[in-house]
């Protein structure tokens, strides 16, 4: 159990026995299902109509925000993952609705707080919490439900979270990596121009740049960028004003991309890497696309949507009538595996499945069955931070010919930094 975990798990013998779930699905003699979001009753359109209900809820960004593009692939690829895992028979007696609560918060944390308060009594679990400050914004309300969520975010404060189920390095180490690649394979010297949104996904990546360039004696800089293709023009004044041989972007991808590109026609040429939210294969249909080809690599956890992988290959299955391929949708399914991983290993503890037992089943996870996404030790919740946080990541390039994009330009791994980082805290202090 990681000392650094903040996790309240105080709860009295009598509403351990108000929430058990016992019989051929849990541990007792009674065949029976209650509490926060299961039931004996099957799902909606259940596949199979003899298994009782798991309700997942999903909070994302649907139609105003910045990750819109990736969010609504993200949530129909997480769907289709539970799916795949109802139609093999559901989680001990079980099958797994993400479905029916289903919210947009427009990536805006007051109103994801206020989604979670609509569905908070009604779900087992939080399939998707899209956002750094979007999660902060419920994380405390989500301990006091015990109620666990997978992150649509790699924030570096979520290792040190029992509620938060995160898979792959987080933005952090991500960066880090970036920018010790592009030292070693593209030259990058002199100067690099880390531009974030002034939230918590922005500084996280930013506190890893820093990071790395404090250890490849590069000079460093930091510029706030607002959300908005039309509120960059301040961020590529910076680039042209600051002449750095690298910028590190930590954005949405219209936002990237309007940076690159708007710096490019103004005659600057260097390395762009972006954090792993800021591509959408959308992009090679705008004007920024030249730009795009010749100086934006993508740092991400995992491989895209057409690396081979027995994990890779199920999603593709699963969803086989996709006409636009979107990494928004590789994302979405990995994340799923943790929860899954947590549910089975629930349905076989005494009780069976309850919000506390998921709970206590993540926190004693080791490891994960990823597929071949990733490392099966890429996701292990049972050690301090700064021992078992996974800090390896991918680099990607711009790919036409892929189909979302971009394909790998260096297999996963960690760089020296992130190797050699002390990890006793989050990166980035959170609120």
């Not at 039309?230 to 309007?258: C, F, H, R, W």
């Not at 994302?331 to 349905?347: D, F, I, N, T």
Request: a negative charge.
């Amino acid at each position: 159990m990681k000392q650094h975990r903040k996790l309240a798990r105080v709860v009295a013998g009598a509403a351990v026995a108000a929430l058990v779930l016992t019989g051929c699905r849990g541990g007792g003699d009674d065949d029976s299902a209650s509490g926060p979001g299961i039931t004996e009753e099957a799902c909606p359109d259940a596949v199979n109509e003899d298994n009782g209900c798991i309700y997942l809820g999903a909070i994302s960004d649907l139609t105003k925000g910045p990750f819109a593009p990736l969010a609504v692939p993200i949530t129909e690829a997480q769907k289709a993952f539970w799916d795949k895992v109802n139609q093999d028979g559901g989680v001990g007696g079980f099958d797994v609705n993400i479905d029916k609560y289903v919210a947009d918060a427009e990536y805006n944390p007051e109103i994801h707080n206020k989604k979670y308060q609509e569905m908070r009594n009604d779900i087992l679990a939080l399939g998707q919490t899209l956002g750094s400050s979007q999660t902060l914004a419920i994380l405390e309300d989500m301990k006091a439900d015990n109620v666990i969520g997978v992150p649509a975010s790699w924030n570096s404060a979520w290792d040190f979270e029992d509620q938060i189920l995160q898979s792959g390095a987080n933005y952090c180490f991500e960066a880090m990596n970036g920018v010790d690649w592009a030292v070693a394979n593209r030259g990058v010297k002199g100067k690099v121009l880390a531009i974030h949104y002034p939230n918590d996904y922005g500084g996280d990546a930013a506190a890893g740049v820093e990071a790395a360039a404090k250890a490849n004696n590069l000079d460093f800089k930091a510029i706030e960028t607002a959300t908005g293709q039309d509120n960059q023009a301040g961020a590529v004044a910076a680039v042209l004003k600051e002449k750095p041989s690298m910028l590190y972007i930590t954005t949405g991808p219209a936002e990237m991309a309007t940076i690159l590109g708007g710096a490019a026609a103004q005659g600057w040429k260097g390395t762009v890497v972006g954090s792993s939210p800021t591509w959408n294969p959308a992009l090679l249909q705008t004007e920024a696309a030249p730009a795009l080809e010749a100086m934006y690599f993508q740092a991400g956890p995992w491989g895209p949507w057409g690396t081979e992988s027995d994990g890779h290959a199920a999603m593709r299955d699963a969803l086989a009538d996709v006409d636009s391929p979107s990494d928004g949708y590789t994302a979405g399914w990995v994340w799923e595996y943790p929860l899954l991983a947590a549910l089975k290993s629930a349905a076989d503890m005494d009780g069976g499945i309850t919000r506390e037992n998921v709970v206590k089943a993540a926190t004693e996870l080791d490891s994960v069955d990823y597929e071949g996404m990733l490392p099966d030790e890429a996701f292990n919740q049972t050690g301090e931070p700064n021992d078992v946080a996974w800090r390896q990541s991918v680099i990607s390039k711009v790919d036409k010919e892929a189909p979302t994009g971009v394909s790998i330009e260096q297999e996963m791994q960690a760089g020296p930094t992130a190797e050699g980082y002390d990890y006793t805290e989050p990166c980035f202090a959170l609120g």
